[in-house]
Antibody, heavy 112, light 112 residues
Framework: EVQLVESGGGLVQPGRSLKLSCAASGFTFSNYGMHWIRQAPTKGLEWVASISPSGGSTYYRDSVKGRFTISRDNAKSTLYLQMDSLRSEDTATYYC?????WGQGVMVTVSS | DVVLTQTPVSLLISLGGQASISCRSSQSLVHSNGNTYLHWYLQKPGQSPQLLIY???NRFSGIPDRFSGSGSGTDFTLKISRVEPEDLGVYYCLQRTHNPWTFGGGTKLELK
């Protein structure tokens, strides 16, 4: 069974940093591209970033370029999202996702 | 960015009835490789989105044949026949043909 478990969310002040993790199991992690998708409270879905199976290629939406970094550790079957210079508009539930499924999400709240 | 317009925004359907959701794109979703990366997701209350249909018309593993997808180019449709209580929630279309990936605004399916 595919499992994706996010962690690392919480309340953080504007301008500060947070690092999300996503532990994967139930599939060959190194064979799949991985993605972060977010959903602001009561809003729709928004793609944030993607990384290729090897980690050699990364892609970001414009609003997070230069502030967020997606990475992966295939030996640990874990996906990461380093979020720097956080803004109030980054407040959302962040989902780790792959073609096979999505995690349950982790809440990030950016507020003073 | 590609804009996906979903209609209707909400649907009231009786159990056993049929639902149809439209997803129209601001530009063609045919990739240069000939594939069309238009997918459909269902987000049940309190849950993360789950993949129903990938590449226009292919049902994901475990998805009943009550769900069907069709369309081409810029116009796509998801049909749900014999609606059951577990079908309730918000349906989203997602395009992965163009970067950045974009989602439709969602269609909420409720019981009449």
């Amino acid at each position: 069974e595919v499992q994706l478990v996010e962690s690392g969310g919480g309340l953080v002040q504007p301008g500060r940093s947070l690092k999300l993790s996503c532990a994967a199991s139930g599939f060959t992690f190194s064979n799949y591209g991985m993605h972060w998708i977010r959903q602001a409270p009561t809003k729709g879905l928004e793609w944030v970033a993607s990384i290729s199976p090897s980690g050699g290629s990364t892609y970001y939406r414009d609003s997070v370029k230069g502030r967020f970094t997606i990475s992966r550790d295939n030996a640990k079957s874990t996906l990461y999202l380093q979020m720097d210079s956080l803004r109030s508009e980054d407040t959302a539930t962040y989902y780790c996702a792959t073609d096979l499924g999505w995690g349950q999400g982790v809440m990030v709240t950016v507020s003073s | 960015d590609v804009v996906l317009t979903q209609t209707p925004v909400s649907l009231l359907i009786s159990l056993g009835g049929q639902a149809s959701i439209s997803c129209r794109s601001s530009q063609s979703l045919v990739h240069s490789n000939g594939n069309t990366y238009l997918h459909w997701y269902l987000q049940k209350p309190g849950q993360s989105p789950q993949l129903l249909i990938y590449q226009v018309s292919n049902r994901f593993s475990g998805i009943p044949d009550r769900f069907s997808g069709s369309g081409s180019g810029t116009d796509f449709t998801l049909k749900i026949s014999r609606v059951e209580p577990e079908d309730l929630g918000v349906y989203y279309c997602l395009q992965r043909t163009h970067n950045p990936w974009t989602f439709g605004g969602g269609t909420k399916l409720e019981l009449k």
